[in-house]
């Protein structure tokens, strides 16, 4: 078991990365004190997967404990799932309850689980137990917590800690290989802003990683999760420009997820990765970052699994979805562009025929 501590004053919390633990999670959350009345938002898959286990955890821990499910995929992450969910739990809530909520899922279920804690009764304690790469990674910790509008991504959304975030590596065995190659762009992210040795190391232990190597993946999620975490202990509510590195392959990636129908032509990893390449190649552009590390970027990006190319979504549509984006802030908008592999520095006012030429080069093979 390995551990770190997101310290932000009297809301702290642990990360817990661990392997084949999922039975001592009960007698986790038993420590923290918060609640009598487990509610776990999870989708029939994880359900079915992991459910029984996590719940006869929670039992054992002493806890009463219900699910409450949502469809699997980015639409659950939508006002509709948020209100029943809200309205369901408040059904079971009673007299001398006390009700807290667990996360247990991926990147759409940490934030869907977490906002509606964040707003039920004005704020319910919650846990994250990240079932995805993703989600152990990034998702489920600092807070971060959103439903989808209509026009756009996480447009409805608040910062609120979980109270641990207990990620255990062998969620990971059962994962699609789509959804563990989507969580890699994440983790190329952290060693591309700010560790040239998590760089390095995802190169020369690819293939473990790719054949979900427990020790390997277990390092990788703690490297990753202490990153974040002392990231958003700087910057927790994302307005002293430390965050917003975080938002690296963001800017053109979320426009992507837009223009393309979330969750249809690519997810949610798969958008980033190509953002991080039209982030690179700007900063190419401007003579930031040298050619060589924006190879070495794109090799890593590729060889991942992951896509250098885009199709079936047109530059028009990703430009129009980028006016929309929360990071283009009054008109000017903002780039996280890395100057080289471990360092960033953000720009604004990037021109726009510039954008346009980094996503048109995201066309070429
Ligand atoms: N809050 C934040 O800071 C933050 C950061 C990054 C991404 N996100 C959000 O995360 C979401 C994407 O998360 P994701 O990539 O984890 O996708 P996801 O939650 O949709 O999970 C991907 C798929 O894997 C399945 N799954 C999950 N765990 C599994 C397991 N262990 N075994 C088998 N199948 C499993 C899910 O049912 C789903 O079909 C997006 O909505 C994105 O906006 C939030
Ligand atoms: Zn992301």
Known sequence: MKKTRVKLGNRSYEIRICRDRIGLLGKAIKQLEIGSDAVIITNPSIKKFFGARVKRSLLSAGFNVRFETVPDSEKAKSEKHCIRLLNNISRSDGLGRRVFIVALG?????????????IYKRG???????????????????????????????????????????????????????????????????????SPA????????????????????????????????????????????????????????????????????????????????????????????????YLKIKALIKDSGLPTVLKGVSVKDIMLAQGHDKKFICGKNRFVLPVRIGKTVIKEDIPESLIRESIKSLLWT
Do not use: W
Request: charged share 20%.
């Open 198 to 293: 998590l760089f390095s190391f995802i190169r020369s232990d690819l293939k473990k990683i790719l054949r979900r190597c427990p020790g390997t993946l277990e390092r990788v999620v703690y490297k990753c999760g202490s990153i974040k975490a002392r990231v958003v202990e700087k910057d927790e509510l994302d307005n002293k420009d430390t965050r917003i590195i975080l938002n690296f392959g963001h800017t053109v990636g979320h426009a992507i997820e837009t223009a393309a129908g979330y969750g249809k032509a690519y997810d949610h990893g798969q958008a980033i990765a190509l953002g991080m390449l039209a982030a690179s190649f700007i900063s190419m552009k401007l003579s930031l970052l040298a050619k060589a590390d």
């Open 124 to 194: 319910v304690p919650y846990v994250q137990v990240p079932t995805t790469l993703l989600a152990q990674v990034d998702s489920s910790i600092g807070g971060k917590v959103a439903i989808d509008l209509n026009i756009g991504k996480n447009l409805a959304g608040s910062f609120y800690q979980p109270r641990l975030v207990y990620s255990d590596i062998s969620f990971l065995k059962k994962l699609p290989e789509k959804a563990l190659v989507s969580g890699l762009a994440e983790v190329i992210k952290y060693g591309i802003i700010k």
């Open 106 to 118: 991926g990147g759409v279920i940490g934030d869907l689980a977490g906002f509606v804690a964040s």
